[in-house]
């Protein structure tokens, strides 16, 4: 098994977290189920959802979290109940219990078995769209403690509201305030939403084709909405 990164090589500072076929994490997200660790111990984790195989990471992402003091899981939410994910596709109810299932159980280890006390559910692309759905359909303190939307492939049509009780970023390109031609309406998350638009509205790019620059001011907004989600001090803006 390997994680590939934006160089497109194989990120040795990776680790399995159990061998495929084994009782834990694995069990819960399939076996591709990567860790990469806080140089010190931690209580504090972010669970990184990709939407289909061939994982991407940006080779930056985990440090940077790992340099805050976390651990940084990574899984592939396609192999997920073994029901793949299409990007711009309709989910089946089946597909969407085998997933939320499958977060409650991560969750769960997490806490119990790994001691981690604050978790940061991160989901890229159509795997966002999952998470902001699993979070607000159980909508109870310790489902997550934030999460973070990385380009959610929301339908253009969306109208469904959802009550998310926890912190929420989303980073997008394409998301405005209202529906104009051709736009995109800002779907209604809850109550605790902070929206970074990262690139030019028309272009809507993906993760993989950020620039340098946008990784950089990525991080530099994160890490202000990282520190304002920590000590509850900033909720519902834009950025």
Do not use: K
Request: net charge positive; glycine share 10%; with cysteine.
């Amino acid at each position: 098994m390997s994680i590939s990164t934006d160089q497109g090589g194989r990120a040795d500072e990776y680790e399995a977290v159990v061998p495929p076929g084994t009782s834990g994490l694995a069990a819960s997200l399939g076996p591709e189920v990567f860790l990469r660790r806080a140089a010190r111990p931690s209580r504090r984790a972010v669970l990184h959802l990709h939407a289909r195989s061939g994982s991407f990471v940006p080779a930056d992402l985990a440090r940077w979290y790992n340099e805050r003091g976390f651990h940084f899981y990574s899984a592939d939410l396609a192999t997920t109940g073994q029901h793949p994910v299409a990007p711009h596709g309709r989910r089946s109810a089946r597909q969407l219990r085998a997933q939320f299932d499958a977060l409650d159980a991560a969750c769960e280890y997490l806490r119990e078995v790994g001691g981690i006390d604050g978790i940061i559910v991160s989901g890229q692309e159509s795997a966002a769209v999952v998470v902001a759905l699993w979070c607000a359909s159980r909508n109870q303190p310790r489902t997550a403690d934030a999460l973070i939307l990385d380009n959610p492939l929301f339908a253009r049509q969306w109208r469904r509201p959802l009550d998310i009780a926890c912190p929420v970023l989303v980073i997008s390109a394409d998301l405005g305030q209202s529906a104009g031609p051709g736009s995109r309406r800002r779907p209604n998350l809850g109550r605790h939403v902070t929206w970074l638009q990262l690139g030019e509205p028309d272009g809507a790019a993906s993760v993989a084709g950020r620039s340098a620059a946008d990784w950089r001011r990525l991080f530099d907004e994160m890490g202000r909405w990282l520190g304002a989600y920590m000590y509850w001090q900033v909720r519902d803006r834009l950025i």
